[in-house]
């Protein structure tokens, strides 16, 4: 590994992560790869990640990254046991390291016990909480509880953690309360001005023209779309709902895949069959799209929209505000961190369950609320470009990458100065 000489803090920072190029599945590995690219002219960064050593000359093969892959010994365990796995052999590789930063549960205990073995701050980013994700049990079953575990030891025995919303700080101080509240910070999540910005090249208009035809979307009419992994986060049963109330005009994308487990996916599909069967203009897209066909898919809508949950922050609605969307989302976890109600999109109010599984209260309720929301903004073109457009200012003002930089190495040199 190579060492970056042009360092203003002389600091060595180690990155753990699952997700890291090429293995990019959601919004916590687009938030490593992007702070590992502002932090480098900052700190010596190095990247320990999940997949295997990268192929010199591929994505992800940089200098100071290095890929760890499965203990072959543990083939057909357990996929929590797995992970343990994994992150016993990144320890070693952080020796010599001033901080070492870990991003989800998944790199939480490598985390940890590198802070432990060499003594140094360890400093976790909070994308998600597993209590605040009981329904993980359908997806890891036992593995659910060693998740959990590897969480709780990092979370509390951590030298600062970065919650990545004012509602993802409330969340952890709830989910742990043994947390010293000084030491949870809030830095949100940044989002790709440039690569989010709409594009206007003739050879992206080509594109969307292709995407538009394979999909068979028709821009004359008035759009919605949706972006996120089928799990009971994203709240996609709920919107699914709210779909059958919106006016027949009404077009609605489905950008979703991934599904956590075969009873979820069984569920949206017979939901999404039944509306198809009551209305045109339900397209439901489940690979995952290449990054410029995403963009066309959102610059053919007029309205994105949220319905989780339970979310940290969401990039996603990062992402289509830098599009120039504006955003219906819950107002729940960091979504009105994103969100200025009235300005940038809606906030749609959900009473919730606080059993950890975010349950809507009234689910009917809350899809007729969501439904009203998004027929006034999206069959209101001028309102929606409006908002569109104040929702790209927002984010260029409060979620650039290189300010977030900044804050991150703040909260590093406060762990540093402030030891356990």
Not at 6 to 29: C, W
Not at 123 to 128: G, I, M, P, T
Not at 206 to 230: Q, W
Request: charged residues 20%.
């Amino acid at each position: 590994m190579t060492e970056d000489t042009n360092t203003s803090d002389g600091l060595r920072v180690d990155l753990l992560t699952k997700e890291y190029p090429p293995f990019i599945y959601g919004g916590a590995g687009v938030h490593v790869n992007e702070l590992a690219k502002v932090l480098r002219p900052l700190a010596d960064v190095r990247v320990h990640a999940f997949g295997g050593p990268r192929e010199p000359g591929t994505e992800g093969a940089d200098a100071g990254v290095t890929g760890y892959p499965e203990v072959a010994e543990l083939e057909g365990a357990n996929a929590a046991l797995r992970t343990f796995g994994v992150d016993l052999e990144m320890v070693p590789g952080v020796e010599g390291a001033d901080i070492v930063h870990s991003h989800t549960w998944y790199a939480n205990l490598a985390g940890h016990l590198a802070g432990l073995l060499y003594g140094i701050p360890h400093v976790l980013s909070a994308h998600s909480l597993e209590p605040m994700r009981p329904w993980k049990a359908e997806q890891l079953g036992g593995g659910y509880a060693l998740s959990s575990w590897a969480e709780r030891q990092a979370y509390e025995g951590a030298s600062a953690i970065i919650a990545v919303s004012n509602g993802m700080r409330a969340d952890i101080l709830k989910s742990y309360p043994n947390v010293d509240p000084e030491r949870v910070k809030v830095v949100h999540n940044g989002i790709d001005l440039a690569g989010w910005a709409r594009p206007d090249d003739a050879e992206f208009e080509a594109l969307a023209a292709d995407v538009r035809a394979r999909y068979g979307i028709d821009t004359s009419r008035p759009t919605v779309v949706f972006v996120g992994r089928i799990t009971r986060q994203k709240g996609l049963p709920h919107l699914l709902r709210a779909v059958e109330k919106l006016p027949e005009q009404v077009q609605v994308i489905l950008c979703a895949g991934a599904p956590d487990t075969p009873e979820i996916k069984a569920e949206v599909d017979t939901a999404v069959a039944a509306l198809q069967g009551q209305r045109t203009g339900v397209i439901m897209i489940e690979e995952m799209l290449p990054h410029r066909e995403l963009q066309a898919v959102l610059a053919a809508s007029d309205v994105f929209v949220c319905p989780s949950v339970y979310e940290p922050l969401g990039i996603v609605n990062l992402e289509a505000m830098a599009m120039g969307l504006p955003v219906v989302g819950s107002a729940t976890g960091g979504i009105p961190d994103v969100i200025v109600d009235g300005e940038t999109g809606y906030l749609v109010p959900i009473e919730q369950l606080q059993d950890g599984t975010g349950t809507p209260i009234h689910p009917e309720q809350f899809a007729t609320d969501l439904a009203d929301r998004l027929t006034e903004l999206v069959m209101d073109a001028d309102k929606a470009q409006q908002m569109g457009a104040a929702a790209r200012k927002r984010v260029e003002e409060h979620f650039s990458w290189t300010a977030i930089a900044d804050r991150t190495m703040e909260v590093y040199r406060w762990a540093l100065a402030n030891p356990r």
